[in-house]
């Protein structure tokens, strides 16, 4: 699958400290604006941070993996233009923003 974005910005994880990386990625997540990509790349395939993305903001990132190899991965991960009715506010719709800045 590929995302279809307007931009697109390099994040190495492996030259963050670990125990900061899940901190980082979601910072670096919601500073992207709708239809923006982050592309990420890590020393291993991050299963556990992508079921936390998933749950913390559902459809309003969408991923793809670019290269999946034992000892390099590199995802592209995308805030999805939201499809809500116009009565809806914030990122998610309802008023149940995804926490990105998309606005």
Same mark, same amino acid.
């Given at each position: ?7 697109? /910005? ?5 030259g963050?400290?670990?125990? @900061? ?7 670096a ?10 592309? @990420?790349?890590?020393?291993h ?11 913390? /903001?559902?459809?309003?990132?969408? /991923? ?12 592209? @991960?995308?805030?999805v ?8 506010? +914030?990122? +998610? ?8 800045? +998309?606005?």
């Amino acid at each position: 699958m590929t995302l279809h974005t307007t931009e697109t /910005y390099l994040f190495d994880a492996r030259g963050v400290a670990k125990r @900061f990386r899940h901190a980082a990625i979601f910072g670096a997540l919601e500073s992207l604006h709708r239809g923006e990509t982050m592309r @990420f790349v890590n020393d291993h395939d991050p299963l556990p941070l992508l079921q936390q993305i998933t749950q913390r /903001y559902g459809q309003q990132v969408q /991923y793809a993996y670019v290269e999946r190899n034992p000892d390099q991965v590199v995802i592209d @991960f995308a805030v999805v233009p939201e499809q809500a009715p116009a009565s809806s506010s +914030g990122c +998610g719709g309802g008023g149940q923003g995804c926490g990105c800045s +998309g606005s």
